[in-house]
């Protein structure tokens, strides 16, 4: 089998790009703080048709807002709030369980001592002009108090109020709390939980959360020809330790069922009313390959281009 001048260029231009893909390291997982309600609003909206007149507020430390990109749980880029600093959130996760040692977790108190410097919120109001009947955005929801805290009865609270109702979700219907996630240490999870454990965690390089949703739906129905509140709060209880936060997917919020991030996600086949017989095109996949499956289809790719001449 003899190889002409042109095959051998081709495939050794072939593996000269495989190379050089290969040799970019994976974004790093940043959050910056972040507390202009103009550009966080900026960063959460998408197709808002039939809606308008959007105003965003902010209520708690300034230590507990921002915007993080390239972040280990598929949503890609938007807006963080926490019962914590922000900044501590992105880094390797060193304690899993147990008080925390100095930089070693995520256990900021805000404020003075104890629970009441940190609730956070993030309230967005805007208009409806009545043609337009559902509110959608996707979410993270995560915290330092999985799982050793599951089934405790001061755990963290956290809601997402459309018009005065909690519409945080999981996929089977159940509110999205520490609780209905790890009803117990030992005898099980919620499988829209995932749990970042120290030793096996699957983004135990990349964030200090001990455990965090997989990509969340929500879906809550717009007052037409109204102004329209939606809050967004996560709350310390009993003290300021352990801290929990959620994140807002970028340009997800409108009016628009965004599609979804993952197969099996709290988006993927349900309703507005959270059932699970929703085939609509706004709700179709778009999972996104491993690292290793991508080179491998990028490899096949290449190498289909090029041919080997017998003689």
């Known amino acids: 089998m003899i190889l002409s001048a042109r095959s051998i260029f081709g495939f050794g231009s072939a593996i000269g790009l495989l190379l050089i893909v290969g040799s970019y390291p994976a974004q790093a997982f940043t959050i910056t703080r972040q507390t202009d309600p103009l550009i966080l609003k900026e960063a959460l909206l998408g197709d808002t048709s039939g809606l308008d007149n959007f105003e965003i507020t902010l209520g708690g430390s300034s230590l507990a807002y921002g915007i993080f990109e390239n972040d280990p749980f598929n949503l890609t880029s938007g807006v963080v709030l926490s019962t914590g600093d922000i900044q501590d959130i992105a880094a390797q996760n060193l304690q899993d369980g147990g008080f925390s040692k100095t930089g070693e977790d995520l256990s900021t108190d805000l404020g003075d001592p104890g629970s009441d410097d940190d609730s956070i919120s993030l309230e967005l109001w805007f208009d409806s002009d009545g043609t337009k009947d559902t509110f959608y955005f996707q979410y993270v929801f995560g915290s330092e108090e999985f799982v050793e805290f599951g089934g405790d009865e001061f755990n963290d609270s956290f809601s997402l109020k459309l018009n005065g109702k909690n519409l945080a979700t999981l996929s089977n219907g159940d509110a999205t709390t520490i609780n209905n996630l790890v009803p117990n240490p030992i005898i099980g999870y919620h499988p829209d939980f995932i749990y970042n454990s120290i030793d096996s ?66 988006g993927d ?43």
Do not use: C, W
């Open 201 to 266: 965690g699957p983004a135990k390089d990349q964030t200090r959360l001990d455990g965090y949703t997989v990509p969340l739906l929500f879906s809550g129905p717009v007052i037409p020809n109204a102004r329209n509140q939606l809050l967004i709060n996560v709350h310390d209880v009993g003290d300021g330790l352990f801290d929990s936060p959620v994140f807002l997917k970028a340009g997800t919020f409108g009016t628009v069922k965004p599609p979804s991030i993952t197969p099996g996600d709290g």
């Open 269 to 311: 086949g349900r309703d507005d009313n959270g059932n699970n017989d929703d085939n609509d095109q706004g709700d179709s996949s778009t999972s996104i390959p491993e690292p290793s499956m991508a080179l491998g289809l990028v490899t096949a790719a290449l190498i289909s281009r090029f041919s080997f001449r017998v003689k």
